[in-house]
């Protein structure tokens, strides 16, 4: 393999397009000049559709993590109840976070792999009436879940008086969400993910009702304060230095969205997955989730007759091409595909090929491209 090629497939961050490069690259200006000015102007209006919302999308320096924190010191008080939904790793960050700030968490914990179910949070919500926030991960990155926040949300808006808050980081511009639709108070999301930038920028939106609890908050904050955010943002600046490389950049991927059509890169991440999976299924490797709860972002695979370190260790050292590991109790039992942002279905034919060859490297038997020849039948049909 050549020294310098690399083939990124972990659910982020992703790999980031050769346009956005170039962008990115463009000569700095100053973060206060007319010139950042237009620019954000430019990016506000064409946020809001990846969002679904019609409120103004926060822009922060910053990673998807600092977003999360964003949505708890805003939202909620020490002292106050909320229920976190757990679904994983990142869903556990959330409860962490809270803790943090002295709030009092309540946990729904669901077994990794499984998506959250409405009916044991409607039924939760119904016996605990002074809970101030639910937090739900849309996709959790560590299991490859989808959590049904639509249905959630509905649960959320007609059993409680909750805020319902979502970390949508690494599924926001791959899967569809509309905010103001579904009743999300409160999404976040991170730039390294769907979004095709390195780390460093954070997005937020909320709703009105957020909003008026927002300004009735009085926990102190600083950097992470919304209000300064929102002020900002409608004079198309930031309270602080934001990232001027990474909005160029932001600025292309936005062009590269609107060209492909949000349905469309949809329907592509969706038909990824399908292609995934089907390749592990033809050769009866299992999969962390079933078909209904799987993320269109990344897919996690979970063998029982191989080592995962040494797949994944083989792959980086003979082919270059690195995949994720598994998180906490899932640590050296799953490994993890990304397929999200600048990928495409000959990127995925690429990556089932290779890893078809590692395994039978580290002594796996299986019949080459038989993984492959399922993953192109789904393509085709």
């Known amino acids: 393999m050549l020294a310098d090629q690399q083939f990124l497939r972990i659910p982020g961050p992703s ?34 559709p990846i969002f679904g919302t019609k409120e103004e999308v926060l822009i922060l320096t910053g ?10 010191v805003n939202a909620v008080e020490p002292g106050d109840e909320v229920l976190i939904l757990v679904t994983g790793s990142f869903g556990d960050r959330f409860a962490k976070i809270c803790q943090a ?9 669901m077994a990794w792999g499984e998506a959250i ?53 690494s599924c926001v511009g791959a899967v569809p969400v509309q905010m103001d639709n579904w009743g999300i108070d ?68 936005l062009q590269l969205l609107e060209k492909e059509g949000l349905e469309n890169v949809f329907a592509r991440h969706k038909l990824m997955m399908q292609m995934t999976r089907s390749a592990f299924k033809a050769h009866h490797i299992n999969l962390l989730t079933t078909d209904e709860s799987a993320s269109p972002t990344v897919t996690a695979v979970k063998p029982t007759d191989f080592q995962v370190e040494e797949l994944r260790k083989t792959l980086k ?21 990304g397929h999200m942002g600048y990928c495409s279905p000959a990127d995925v034919l690429q990556t089932i090929s290779i890893i078809e060859m590692a395994l ?21 049909s």
């Open 15 to 48: 790999p980031i397009p050769p346009s956005v490069h170039l962008a990115m690259g463009n000569t700095m200006i100053g973060h206060r000049d007319v010139e950042a000015k237009s620019l954000i102007e430019q990016l506000r209006p064409r946020l809001k």
């Open 63 to 72: 990673s998807g993590t600092a977003a999360l924190e964003m949505a708890v």
């Open 101 to 109: 700030y002295g709030i009092n968490v309540h946990r729904l914990d």
């Open 117 to 169: 179910d409405t009916r044991i949070v409607e039924t939760y919500l119904q016996q605990n009436p002074t809970l101030k926030a639910v937090f739900a991960t849309y996709c959790e990155t560590s299991t490859g879940v989808l959590n049904p926040v639509k249905e959630l949300a509905n649960v959320v808006r007609h059993h409680s008086e909750a805020l319902f808050i979502v970390d949508g980081v």
């Open 186 to 253: 409160i999404l976040v999301t991170g730039s390294q993910k769907a979004f095709m930038l390195p780390a460093g920028l954070a997005f937020a939106a909320a709703s009105a009702r957020a909003w008026k609890r927002i300004e009735e908050n009085n926990t102190p904050r600083f950097y992470l304060d919304m209000k300064k955010y929102r002020d900002n943002i409608n004079n198309n600046t930031t309270p602080f230095t934001p990232a001027l490389s990474l909005l160029f950049g932001l600025k292309q991927v």
């Open 317 to 337: 050292n003979e082919f270059h091409l690195s995949i994720a590991g598994g998180q906490q109790q899932l640590k050296g039992k799953i490994f993890r595909i």
């Open 360 to 380: 039978i490297r580290i002594g796996k038997p299986l019949e080459l491209g038989k993984g492959v020849e399922a993953a192109q039948k789904t393509y085709l």
